[in-house]
């Protein structure tokens, strides 16, 4: 059996650790601990020692149990992803000597290409139907978010200092602390300028949130998933409207009409152009539709 007073401590470290030296989000803090827990959870039904003694074969015991209860590839693929992390940092500090994580691999899933918008479906989803000052919040909330691709994290961090009008850009602090300066566009602009000149009807004096809820304190993330969910059921959109999407969409339509994929991944904040690749396969589609509309040998001998 394991020691459950230890392995609790140093979960508690590695959560410090992540958030004052890795400087990550509350949200992946809280995915990278929960999936810790996952595989806590079943040392103790199988009765088997803690962190400190925890073996490669045992490991991959539970991540087969696991992927047989349906947890999908790629949700062990970042449970493994996360477990690494746990053990190098338990390595640094020497109080293990093992990474059991570092071999095993996570059964392959098949690749979900990340869902988007048309330029039709946002247009009709992002014209305004009326002043109301929650309206005119909203559509602001939305028209940046896909004006700049931004995360709904960063959004909801946005203060009054960050966002100049005039220049029409906006300051974001990304995952990892990092700070990246981004362009907003026309409409983005006025939308968020109709917001700004009513903003001060709810927010408290001290509140310096570029979003505020009716009761004048920013917004959360929740908050604003929970308002996009609500216009895209207004509007009849096809498919859920949440901030990812918008931001999906954002790099899509970026990547169709530049071609350019660095553009794309300075734009979004990935450390990793790997990260980006994904929008060059819906851009393929793209392509391929297109190819397939226009090229005399392209086309299906039924559309002849």
């Known amino acids: ?3 459950s007073s230890t392995d609790a401590l140093w979960q508690l470290a590695f959560k410090r650790y992540l958030e004052t030296e890795k400087h990550y989000s509350v949200h992946t803090v809280k995915h990278y601990l929960r999936d810790l827990s996952k595989v806590y959870e079943q040392l103790e039904l199988e009765q088997l020692s803690g962190w400190a003694s925890l073996t490669e074969k045992q490991l991959r015991n539970i991540i087969s149990v696991l ?3 349906g947890v999908s ?3 062990l693929h970042r449970l493994l992803s996360a477990l690494r992390s746990f053990y190098r940092f338990l390595v640094r500090e020497n109080w293990v000597s093992h990474n059991p994580a570092l ?3 996570a059964p392959k899933s098949s690749k979900r290409l990340p869902k988007t918008f048309d330029p039709d479906q946002l247009n009709e989803l992002l014209k305004r139907p009326d002043d109301e000052p929650l309206t005119l919040r909203d559509f602001a909330m939305m028209e940046l978010l896909y004006s700049s691709g931004l995360r709904v ?3 909801v961090q946005l203060n009054q200092q960050d966002v100049d009008l005039a220049d029409a850009s906006v300051r974001v602090l990304g995952k990892g602390q990092k700070t990246r300066v981004l362009p907003i566009g026309r409409l983005a602009v006025q939308a968020l300028t109709d917001w700004l000149k009513i903003k ?8 310096d949130a570029i979003f505020v809820s009716q009761s004048g304190r920013r917004l959360s993330t929740r908050s604003v998933e929970l308002r996009l969910a609500h216009w895209g059921r207004i509007k009849g959109t096809q498919g859920q409207v949440y901030p990812h999407r918008l931001r999906h969409s954002f790099a899509s339509h970026i990547l169709e009409s530049s071609h350019d994929l660095r553009a794309v991944q300075e734009l979004l904040g990935h450390s990793d152009i790997s990260t980006t690749q994904i929008y060059t396969h819906l851009d393929f589609q793209h392509l391929m539709s297109v190819y397939e509309q226009a090229h005399p040998r392209a086309r299906r001998k039924a559309d002849d």
Do not use: F
């Open 200 to 207: 001060p009807l709810w927010a408290k004096s001290q509140e």
């Open 103 to 105: 071999a095993i691999q």
């Open 153 to 155: 994290s960063e959004l």
């Open 73 to 75: 590839g790629r949700s």
């Open 1 to 3: 059996m394991s020691d």
């Open 67 to 69: 992927h047989g209860q």
